[in-house]
């Protein structure tokens, strides 16, 4: 699946929750990988950054380098120890997708929303004879190993038994999704091969081909004057300008 251009450094670290897929059990969520494979990012939670709302940090340590504070400040302590498993690294896989979830137009209050019983805006009931279509919009699918190395690797096995020569940038995946928080699970359903829709990739405004985000961007590894900075408790904003982001 080509792609004109992927976004560039500014777009990708200044990118939003909507950029990212979002489950639900309130409605079914329907992906065509773009990426043949998930890029793994060993990632801290930092609950102080961005004002106190928390965000996301990728751990600086590499095989050779062990300059990460959060990583140096764990040292000593033991494994259970309830501040290690809230702030060690843990994997993340992240990979472009298309978010083909069937969409439709709420009658109620003219905005977009999945299939659902209830309108994702204003919770009005949706009508069944309400059209839906595709979103046909790329983000980017990003989860623990659970997710990839169990329910994604199973969906791509058992598509190669039955389609050898196919890929699973082949064919759509239904996600469904039931209970929240640590009960939430996810199940992953493959589609047959098909192919997309001519415009499928086409941004519906624009005319143009949608970008992708570049993954060796999103999988750089955080400064230490950055993660310094979101212990400090640093909104986004501060951080950006810290990386010379305006």
């Known amino acids: 699946m080509p792609f004109v251009e992927t976004y560039t450094y500014p777009q990708t670290r200044k990118r939003t929750s909507d950029s990212y897929v ?29 004002a106190g709302r928390g965000m996301m940090a990728n751990c600086p340590n590499t095989a050779s380098v062990r300059e990460c504070p959060i990583e ?16 060690r690294a843990k994997k993340r896989y992240v990979v472009n997708v298309l978010d ?58 058992l598509q190669k038994e039955d389609f050898p020569d196919n890929e699973i940038t082949d064919y759509d995946i239904v996600f469904m999704t039931s209970g929240t928080g640590r009960e939430r699970k996810i199940a992953a359903t ?5 192919d997309l829709e001519a415009d499928a990739l086409l941004d519906k405004e624009t005319g143009e081909e ?11 590894p955080s400064s230490i004057e950055e993660i310094e900075l979101m212990l400090s408790g640093a909104t986004i904003d501060e951080i950006n300008a810290a990386r010379g982001i305006a």
């Open 72 to 87: 140096k400040s764990l040292v000593g302590l033991a494994k259970d120890d309830p501040k290690v498993i809230e702030r």
């Open 190 to 194: 493959p589609q047959p091969p098909s």
């Open 22 to 50: 979002k489950f639900s059990p309130d409605h079914r969520v329907v992906l065509r990988m773009l990426d043949n494979q998930a890029k793994l990012i060993w990632k801290h939670w930092i609950p102080e950054a961005n």
């Open 100 to 157: 083909r979830t069937p969409y439709t137009v709420c009658s109620s209050c003219n905005e977009n929303t999945p299939k659902g019983k209830n309108c994702n805006n204003c919770q009005a009931a949706l009508k069944g004879s309400q059209d839906y279509a595709p979103l046909n919009r790329v983000k980017l699918l990003e989860s623990g190993p659970q997710l990839f190395a169990t329910n994604l690797m199973q969906v791509e096995k």
């Open 210 to 220: 949608q970008k992708r985000f570049d993954l060796d961007l999103l999988s750089e």
